[in-house]
């Protein structure tokens, strides 16, 4: 039986040889590689494609969480609130610049974090407050940036390329931080991502501390500074993908869609995306507590899924030192315990949605 795969990343890079092949052949012979006109061209494009003034190139998305974390002030024993159900990234960030992680428990329908929670857990050591758009669902940002106030907001928007918000692109709410990891909405060859701002000289730091914390050739002003810096042949590779991307979400929104109408009345709890907003159908995460069962009976189709997270980020061996300090997160562990991603991919073709659709109706 053929497989389903989870995600098939081949169809598109064939679909696009021709254009990746000009691209990476005009880098190779323009001799230049660190900077230059393929990077900022793509930052200025990605910019305008997600609806900020300002794109900064990075290599990840973990050090692009740090960058902009760091540039907004955090130092040593501030408080970031993050979301509980989350990647674990997010916490990463804020942990190694040595501040304390304050989880706030999901919504239990979006599964992202919960606006009237967020607001009771800001204290006077708050210093930044971290939504996450998770599967590429928009966290609820009006009531969220409501209760920040003056505290800076960076959105890690790694899985939510093309989500709108209130009918806007979810960059033109908050600083955020995407990833191009190969297998997010827009995926680079290798590891890369960008930050986007709305904020001129945030956009002028974090492309310091990416850079030695230099902008003028060999001057240096900032201590804590790295070398984080998108590639030229990443930033051309990227422009390419970047032209198909809405029509590649496209296909993902009509998969997601076919999924959400037919898989009604199943064993399963259907994703439900934050009012006002439109998700990049990064994944399509469902839950049900008899996971295993249904990973199992999927499996013995040929269908591939995974899990988006199977360890609440507060369980993981790194943060045992918090675990006194946490207040109960039983939602987040009751998700990690129940989600399950069902394959959904731009080039997926519809027999395979067809199988998984019967495959999942005869599970109960
Ligand atoms: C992928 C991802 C990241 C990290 O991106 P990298 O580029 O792989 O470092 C951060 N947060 C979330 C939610 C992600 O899905």
Redesign the pocket.
């Known amino acids: 039986m053929e497989k389903v795969p989870f995600l098939d990343l081949a169809t598109g890079n064939r679909q696009l040889h021709t254009e990746l092949m000009n691209a990476a052949e005009r880098v190779l012979t323009s001799g230049r590689f660190i900077g230059g006109p393929e990077v900022t061209n793509f930052e200025t494009a990605f910019a305008a494609h997600m609806g900020t003034p300002h794109a900064i190139g990075v290599g990840?998305?973990?050090e692009a969480?740090i960058l902009a974390l760091q540039a907004v002030g955090i130092q040593p024993g501030d408080e970031v609130i993050v979301p509980a159900h989350?990647?674990i990234?997010?916490w990463l960030a804020v942990t190694r610049l040595g501040a304390i992680p304050v989880p706030v428990e999901p919504l239990a329908d979006t599964m992202n974090m919960n606006p009237t929670l967020l607001a009771a857990a800001i204290t006077p050591r708050t210093r930044a407050i971290m939504p996450?758009h998770?599967y590429g669902n928009p966290a609820d940002m009006a009531p969220i940036l409501k209760a920040a106030g003056n505290i800076p907001v960076i959105a890690?928007a790694?899985?939510a390329h093309g989500a709108t918000y209130m009918g806007k692109p979810i960059g033109s709410y908050a600083t955020s931080c995407w990833?191009?990891?190969p297998g997010?909405n827009l995926g680079a060859y290798g590891?890369a991502?960008a930050v986007t701002t709305l904020n001129p000289a945030l956009a002028e730091r974090i492309r310091r501390l990416g850079n030695y914390g230099s902008s003028v050739k060999y001057v240096h002003d900032e201590p804590n500074s790295t070398n984080s810096r998108l590639d030229p042949m990443q930033a051309a590779m990227l422009s390419v993908r970047l032209a198909v991307m809405d029509e590649w979400n496209a296909r993902r929104a009509q998969i997601a869609q076919t999924y959400l109408t037919e898989l009604q009345g199943t064993a399963v709890t259907l994703p439900t995306i934050t009012p006002n907003a439109t998700s990049a159908w990064h994944l399509f995460v469902v839950r049900t507590p008899k996971r295993a069962e249904l990973e199992a009976h999927l499996a013995a189709d040929g269908i591939e899924t995974l899990i988006h997270y199977p360890t609440a980020v507060h369980k993981q061996k790194c943060y045992a030192h918090l675990a006194e300090k946490l207040p109960p997160l039983p939602l987040a562990e009751e998700l990690a315990a129940q989600v399950i991603s069902l394959p959904l991919g731009p080039h997926m073709p519809d027999s395979h949605v067809e199988r998984v659709i019967t495959s999942l109706r005869n599970f109960s």
Request: charged share 15%.
């Open positions: 990840n998305g973990l969480l989350t990647f990234a997010t996450v998770l890690d790694a899985q990833s191009f990891y997010k590891d991502c």
